[in-house]
């Protein structure tokens, strides 16, 4: 068991988790003081003694069914009704027809018993996924398989018609009904990947599998190629993730100095000394805070990571004294109105998409007349205090790429920093015209996950 | 197992005798708490008993009005302990949090002193005024003084500095306080520990490492209906149910400020008291406020609850 749990740690050190030598110790510790046939206990307490950041819950979590499932030795409820997962099922379950087997479904979701559940999942896992042995196929195979025969959809509707919260009087409980029959369909699903993971662990070994399941961190995400799951779980992220970094940079902000003396405070402070002024009073530091342009490209490729970078510094906008910020394809729009009438930040993202006017010609990103307008209408609006951020691939469709415009502005404003959302090494290949601006550039960096983000935008100020 | 057992360890250390343990399984520990109407979830359950055996704190994170403060509260009920609270702050420091002199009584000692003919020498005043009699005990070092069994709840713990966590560190790991002029204070007992945390930021490695991490978040429907038929005197079990599942359903839409636990409950109760059986288009229309606080927020959730597929 202890080797099993060193082979699990060194699992979630290859995913990226930090798990230092005491946590491995007070994991192994709690193992003894706990009974590990309770699984889900057993689960809890290795989470809360190995992983102490909630963002990394679900990297922990599939890491922990790949190397803790499919070694129920016995010892573990099966559902009743249903053999070892392993073995090829043998006896009434076979015979039943597919309806039935629908219909006892319906029963185990509608009673919400989980052997039941349990039950079924693993004999639809028998009947449809079709799995066989040293198959070199994902687990998505398998669930792709399974799902397509069970029709959950038609399930879900007989469920959420049965008005598992109250009759379907009026929509409110209508859409109840629906939210909770969506909710029991999709715990099923869980206990389906489940049961398909337990028996690929039991095929191929723990060590293979985590290798096709391995969850890529939110912040190491490349946001150029993110999927839809996790540009919605980036988005998820970003929220606490901008929280800890306004309250950093103002933490910074503070410390750095602190004010003149408080004569007041310092003189009603002596006075519970005798007079001896022991606590000297200063005011609160206020340093001037930094101004920031923004300038993103919007075209298609790089679209998502604009969202992100925009929305990130428009949600730390207090950490700076103003923050504008301009979006471009082959014409420029100001879009901080967008975010200044929203607090939500989809919203503005929305309409940016739809109202922000940044198409002057053709449609194809254009840097040379994008940076000729910003440079415009910026007009005299910038000092030396200003700092201007830049996103883009620099792919400027073989357009004239202008760096002379970028010359100027360097001269006005306090720093030019451009972040390239393309790996380092397509720089400069095609039409990418990087090094054509990056003479005029504080620096040019790369920038593809939110952790890069995150650590350029803290290094600000 | 004896040779790995971190209480006897500590108590060792300590020079106390090894406590007994406050809970016999996780079971045990749902019954107790379930017995003071706080319904933890297993997780809860498991990670409380955990911290308990290993002697460790515990950290416990997650959206606000969740039940991270009742947790501690309802440990310290359910144990019979006394429950000592350090609500943490910007700019908390160990004169607020450990111990201060007492520097006002420590004058007058010092300028009574001086009224008779002076017999004492200054070593002798210095012993006299750095003695426990001048000592300000503040939240942690009361707990780990304490005689009778207590509960220490270090709440909010992201709003302190980041170097003012250090201060922490001591007593989380090895339950004593350092204060230089009296020496090493050690603890009399293990206390059991919660720091809560709605992070805001980011802790110290030093301190996650300190402790066994809990995260707390919104219960599923199951559980947050028993949490309103416990807490909400009077209510159906059918409207206890409709409203946890308002409730779910609401946290599924992007809200800004998601309805927490306590807010659920105080909407319960309005339905309870405005005499509504079963949730309808009217009565959310009527009462969505109670549960939602942004315009922006209310709006979203009729226009989802309207709205039809």
């Known amino acids: 068991m202890f080797d099993l749990l060193s082979r699990f740690i060194a699992e979630l050190r290859r995913v990226g988790l930090p798990v230092s030598v005491s946590e491995h110790v007070d994991a192994a510790r709690a193992m003894e003081v706990i009974s590990v046939s309770d699984r889900e206990v057993f689960k809890s307490v290795l989470r809360a003694t190995l992983v102490k950041d909630s963002t990394y819950r679900e990297a922990f979590d599939t890491a922990f069914e790949v190397y803790f499932t499919g070694r129920r030795d016995g010892d573990l409820d099966l559902g009743p009704g249903a053999g070892p997962g392993s073995t090829p099922s043998s006896g009434a379950q076979p015979e039943r027809s597919d309806r039935e087997f629908t219909e006892d479904l319906l029963d185990a979701l509608v009673e919400q018993n989980e052997g039941a559940l349990r039950g079924a999942a693993r004999g639809a896992v028998e009947r449809y996924s079709g799995f066989e042995r040293g198959r070199p196929v994902g687990g998505a195979y398998y669930r792709y398989r399974t799902l397509r025969h069970l029709d959950l959809d038609s399930v879900a509707e007989r469920l959420s018609a049965l008005g598992l919260v109250g009759e379907n009087e009026n929509e409110v409980l209508e859409r109840l009904n629906r939210d909770e029959a969506r909710r029991r369909i999709s715990h099923f699903e869980d206990l389906v990947d489940q049961e398909i993971l337990e028996r690929l662990v039991d095929d191929r070994g723990a060590e293979a599998v985590a290798e096709t399941t391995r969850e890529t961190l939110p912040e190491d995400v490349d946001v150029m190629h993110a999927t839809r799951d996790e540009l919605d779980e980036l988005e998820r992220a970003l929220a606490p993730l901008s929280r800890k970094l306004a309250s950093r940079l103002a933490r910074r902000r503070r410390r750095r100095r602190r004010g003149p003396l408080d004569m007041r405070h310092t003189v009603r402070a002596s006075l519970s000394t005798g007079g001896v002024p022991l606590d000297i009073k200063f005011r609160p530091p206020r340093p001037a805070k930094p101004e920031l342009v923004v300038l993103a490209d919007v075209s298609g490729s790089v679209a998502s990571f604009a969202r992100f970078t925009l929305h990130l510094v428009h949600a730390i906008s207090e950490e700076f004294s103003k923050v504008r910020s301009f979006v471009f394809v082959d014409g420029v729009d100001e879009v901080t109105h967008f975010f200044a009438e929203t607090d939500d930040p989809a919203v503005a993202a929305h309409r940016i998409a739809t109202e922000a006017d940044v198409i002057a010609a053709d449609g194809h990103s254009d840097y040379g007349r994008a940076l000729e307008r910003f440079v415009e209408r910026l007009g005299h609006d910038v000092n030396r205090r200003t700092t201007v951020l830049i996103l883009g691939d620099a792919r400027n469709n073989y357009h004239a790429a202008r760096p002379e415009f970028l010359a100027d502005l360097r001269e006005r404003v306090r720093a030019i920093y451009w972040l390239n959302p393309e790996p380092r090494a397509y720089w400069n290949s095609g039409d990418s015209v990087v090094a054509l601006y990056e003479p005029h550039c504080e620096e040019v960096l790369e920038c593809r996950t939110l952790r890069q983000l995150e650590e350029f935008v803290s290094s600000l100020d | 197992m004896s040779a790995l057992d971190p209480r006897q360890a500590l108590a060792e250390r300590l020079g106390i005798e090894v406590p007994a343990p406050r809970f016999d399984s996780p079971d045990d520990v749902s019954m107790l708490l379930s017995g003071v109407d706080y319904l933890p979830s297993r997780e809860i359950s498991a990670v409380t008993f955990l911290a308990d055996r290993l002697a460790k704190p515990v950290l416990v994170e997650g959206p606000a009005g969740t039940g991270k ?46 009224r008779e003919d002076d017999q004492t020498s200054w070593s002798e005043l210095e012993d006299d005024i750095f003695s426990d009699e001048f000592l300000l005990t503040r939240p942690l070092l009361e707990a780990i003084t304490a005689e009778d069994p207590v509960v220490l709840l270090i709440d909010e713990v992201d709003r302190v500095e980041i170097e003012t966590e250090a201060l922490l560190l001591e007593i989380l790991s090895e339950y004593q306080v350092s204060i230089p002029e009296l020496g090493t ?60 599942q308002m409730v779910y359903s609401l946290r599924q839409l992007p809200l800004r400020k998601a309805p927490s636990v306590s807010e659920t409950l105080d909407w319960a109760r309005t339905l309870v008291i405005l005499g509504y059986e079963e949730l309808g288009p009217e009565v959310a229309a009527q009462t969505l406020h109670v549960l939602l606080k942004y315009q922006s927020d209310i709006a979203a959730a009729h226009e989802a609850l309207s709205a039809e597929g």
């Open chain 2, 185 to 244: 204070v050690r603890a009399r007992q293990i206390p059991m520990v919660f720091l809560t945390s709605n992070a805001t930021r980011e802790l110290s490695e030093a301190l996650k490492r300190r402790c066994v991490f809990l995260h707390v978040g919104y219960p599923d429907p199951e559980r947050e209906r028993d949490i309103v038929l416990s807490r909400v005197p009077g209510i159906s079990g059918q409207l206890a149910y409709q409203i946890a």
């Open chain 2, 69 to 114: 403060t009742a947790l501690a509260a309802a440990v310290a009920d359910a144990t019979g302990a006394r429950l000592i609270r350090l609500q943490c702050y910007e700019g908390l420091d160990e004169s607020k949090a450990l111990y201060e002199w007492n520097y006002r009584k420590q004058l007058l000692r010092i300028q009574a002193g001086r």
